[in-house]
């Protein structure tokens, strides 16, 4: 069973770099079946998708964020992290790293679906 | 971006009602729409994908419908575990994926 656990400061100041990994364990990340996502969630409101990063490396981003953001990944720990520069208030959020399964339905399959989720950990920016 | 409108925002219902909650997208993404539920402080947890096909180990009270524009989750008969978010969640076109706003679901 695949489980991922995500990681990294609680608090960062504004105008820094908000950095967190997650470490899946079950499963590997550099598995072709499978992408690997962050996603956040602000208190009290609904989940904005930041970006993914495939086992070949390739990201994509949400374009909202693109200019902030970086996802990589480390197969050798079997870990992707995100960074997110220049933060301010609006970033605080509980941040998910969610794998995209890929999931079947008579012979269609699809992805870009978050079937496994990590926990989620708060990080507030504040100075 | 494609947009998910959700509606109801929220929803007062009792153990044993059938509920439905609709999901509208800002144009057509055919059948690619999954569903989710989040219980406070936890992470999502996905019900259905392919906007009809549920999750292995997800409840058959729970069903999906809909392609195109519009969209239902139907719980056929609340249980108390079932008071929670659902979200909606379009894998047509990125980036972004998108989200709908929620629906909050709670006991009357």
Same mark, same amino acid.
């Given at each position: 069973?695949?489980?991922?656990?995500?990681?990294?400061?609680? %608090?960062?100041?504004?105008?820094?770099?908000?950095?967190?990994?997650?470490?899946?364990?079950?499963?590997?990340?550099?598995?072709?079946?499978?992408?690997?996502?962050?996603?956040?969630?602000?208190?009290?409101?609904?989940?904005?998708?930041?970006?993914?990063?495939?086992?070949?490396?390739?990201?994509? =981003?949400?374009?909202?964020?693109?200019?902030?953001?970086?996802?990589?990944? #480390?197969?050798?720990?079997?870990?992707?992290?995100?960074?997110?520069?220049?933060?301010?208030?609006? #970033?605080?959020?509980? =941040?998910?790293?969610?794998?995209?399964?890929?999931?079947?339905?008579?012979?269609?399959?699809?992805?870009?679906?978050?079937?496994?989720?990590?926990?989620?950990?708060?990080?507030?920016?504040?100075? | 971006?494609?947009?998910?409108?959700?509606?109801?925002?929220?929803?007062?219902?009792?153990?044993?009602?059938?509920?439905?909650?609709?999901?509208?997208?800002?144009?057509?993404?055919?059948?690619?729409?999954?569903?989710?539920?989040?219980?406070?402080?936890?992470?999502?947890?996905?019900?259905?994908? !392919?906007?009809?096909? %549920?999750?292995?180990?997800?409840?058959?009270?729970?069903?999906?419908?809909?392609?195109?524009?519009?969209?239902?989750?139907?719980?056929?008969?609340?249980?108390?575990?079932?008071? !929670?978010? =659902?979200?909606?969640?379009?894998?047509?076109? =990125?980036?972004?994926?998108?989200?709908?706003?929620?629906?909050?679901?709670?006991?009357?």
């Amino acid at each position: 069973q695949v489980q991922l656990q995500e990681s990294g400061p609680g %608090l960062v100041k504004p105008s820094q770099t908000l950095s967190l990994t997650c470490t899946v364990s079950g499963g590997s990340i550099n598995s072709g079946s499978y992408h690997w996502s962050w996603i956040r969630q602000p208190a009290g409101k609904g989940l904005e998708w930041i970006g993914r990063i495939y086992s070949t490396g390739r990201t994509y =981003y949400n374009p909202s964020l693109k200019s902030r953001v970086t996802i990589s990944g #480390d197969t050798s720990k079997n870990q992707f992290s995100l960074k997110l520069t220049s933060v301010t208030a609006a #970033d605080t959020a509980v =941040y998910y790293c969610a794998r995209d399964g890929i999931l079947c339905s008579g012979t269609t399959c699809y992805t870009d679906t978050f079937d496994r989720w990590g926990q989620g950990t708060l990080v507030t920016v504040s100075s | 971006d494609i947009q998910l409108t959700q509606s109801p925002s929220f929803l007062s219902a009792s153990v044993g009602d059938r509920v439905t909650i609709t999901c509208r997208a800002s144009q057509a993404i055919t059948n690619f729409l999954a569903w989710y539920q989040q219980k406070p402080g936890r992470a999502p947890k996905l019900l259905i994908f !392919a906007a009809s096909t %549920l999750q292995s180990g997800v409840p058959s009270r729970f069903s999906g419908s809909g392609s195109g524009t519009e969209f239902t989750l139907t719980i056929s008969s609340l249980q108390p575990e079932d008071f !929670a978010t =659902y979200y909606c969640q379009q894998l047509n076109s =990125y980036p972004p994926v998108t989200f709908g706003q929620g629906t909050r679901l709670e006991i009357k």
